[in-house]
């Protein structure tokens, strides 16, 4: 009896404990896409579960303010506003006086030892200043109760390279609902895209109030979205600082205003293999380029090795190439560059037979479009942000998200050491991707010699290597003879 009493006191301590939650420190940051400046200092905040917030410049019933509140209710915290700047835990402020540096977009974050502060011109540079913030609590959030969470000190200031910042869904093939469309919108927000085109039925548009009488009423089916869905698309989307341009294949519609005939001419021609020749034909014509190359930004391309992925379109995009994009390469023209409005991923769903199908081509490449549309050339590390990746795939799974790993086919820098030996250094685009190899001819296991850096290999060697990624075996036995 005595031993059950200790039985149910330990089990009453235990859920008691786990009720009040734990205490986590944050120690790096995953913040995708790369911020324009960010300096760590010694100090911290730490951030209770019941947290206070103060406004300025800022309506209490804003959208930012709403979205603000019910964001951090998802991540299991309890919010609640007040008057009074010194005694909340987080300010929201829109600047009494514009900040140029910032632009409309941009936003100044700061964690001080006495509360957060975001700060920014706009509701939308605050919307993004906010998209920051919630990347710096732990990657589970919403999955766990946490007591509380300390913050190092820090100041971000940040501001996107390009205006346009777009992401495509082709809803022709096939009707993807609406709450699908929120949530690839609710990504889109995440990592700071701000345009949506959504490719619709040659048949189904909609259609602007002035050109009503002059157009046939459309018989919608069940594959069509109704005027009411589309309405209720554009008014999230528009929550979220996304504006929705709907697409047939004859026109581009903005809200209710045709757009502008340079955009709709870009978005026919840009998206050819040579984007920045296209750039200059417009440029000269006084027009406005988005950039989207098939080699780069067609995401239901592989992102991996065929043989072990479900059927896409033909080609290979891994995340490791689209991070390459860049819509104004170094050396573009200063002429050209300044008539790009940026860039934008293409989800083209032939061969997408699902929601969580297409989740998984968006996945994580979408993270390599976001970092380069919106952070300075020069912040770019591929190095760094594989490694952010992984943390990111915690966040996106913790929300329910369905992602590719990326490609595990090991990538290859060869360096000639002299006139017999090479020296070879591994990697895959996965980070913390555990490389097993053997030079003996013998297949390689868990048991075999594990790469741990560079290494010096005669020339004719024939090597054979095996990724392993937590703990499982990623696609097969990788042979290559060195050379």
């Known amino acids: 009896m005595k031993r059950i009493l200790t039985s149910i006191m330990t089990l009453m301590c235990l859920a008691a404990f786990c009720a009040c939650g734990r205490t986590v420190t944050v120690t790096e940051f995953d913040i995708v896409p790369e911020p324009v400046f960010m300096v760590k200092k010694e100090g911290t905040y730490t951030l209770e579960r019941t947290i206070a917030i103060a406004t300025q410049g800022l309506g209490q019933n804003s959208p930012t303010a709403k979205y603000i509140m019910n964001s951090l209710r998802h991540a299991r915290m309890r919010p609640s506003l007040v008057s009074r700047s010194e005694e909340s835990d987080i300010e929201l402020i829109i600047n009494d006086t514009v900040n140029p540096e910032l632009g409309d977009e941009g936003y100044l974050l700061e964690v001080r030892q006495n509360g957060i502060r975001l700060s920014a011109n706009t509701e939308t540079g605050l919307f993004y200043a906010y998209q920051t913030f919630i990347q710096m609590v732990p990657p589970d959030v919403e999955e766990h109760r946490y007591r509380s969470v300390v913050l190092p000190e820090c100041t971000i200031l940040d501001h996107p390279r390009f205006a346009w910042r777009g992401a495509h869904l082709e809803a022709d093939r096939q009707r993807f609902n609406v709450k699908f469309i929120k949530k690839y919108l609710d990504l889109m927000a995440t990592y700071k895209f701000n345009h949506f085109l959504l490719q619709l039925p040659d048949s189904n548009s909609f259609i602007p109030d002035s050109l009503a009488d002059s157009i046939a009423d459309i018989d919608l089916s069940e594959h069509f979205y109704s005027q009411e869905e589309l309405a209720d698309i554009n008014d999230y989307a528009a929550s979220l600082s996304i504006t929705v341009h709907l697409n047939d294949s004859s ?72 991070y390459l994009f860049d819509p104004a390469p170094q050396g573009t023209n200063k002429y050209i560059e300044q008539n790009i409005l940026g860039g934008q991923l293409n989800l083209w769903t032939a061969l997408i037979p699902s929601s969580s199908a297409a989740e998984y081509m968006l996945l994580p490449r979408l993270l390599a ?28 799974a913790s929300r329910g998200y369905n992602y590719c790993e990326g490609s595990f086919t090991p990538l290859f820098r060869a360096t000639r050491v002299d006139d017999r030996t090479t020296n070879i250094a591994i990697e895959t685009e996965v980070a913390s991707t555990y490389i097993f190899y053997t030079t003996d001819g013998s297949t390689p296991s868990r048991s075999s010699q594990v790469y741990l850096g560079p290494i010096n290999l005669q020339r004719g060697t024939h090597i054979k290597i095996l990724p392993v990624y937590k703990d499982q075996v990623r696609d097969s036995v990788y042979e290559f003879i060195i050379k």
């Open 251 to 322: 026109f581009l519609w903005d809200d209710t205003t045709l757009l502008p005939y340079s955009t709709l001419e870009a978005n026919r021609l840009v998206a050819s293999r040579q984007p920045l020749a296209a750039a200059h034909r417009l440029a000269r014509l006084g027009n406005h380029v988005v950039v989207c190359p098939d080699d780069y930004c067609r995401l239901d391309c592989y992102q991996a090795d065929p043989r072990y992925q479900t059927k896409a379109s033909d080609g290979l995009i891994t995340l490791a190439h689209a």
């Open 369 to 396: 479009m976001s970092e380069s549309l919106w952070s300075p050339r020069e912040n770019k590390s591929w190095n760094r942000f594989r490694k952010k990746v992984e943390l990111q795939k915690l966040r996106l």
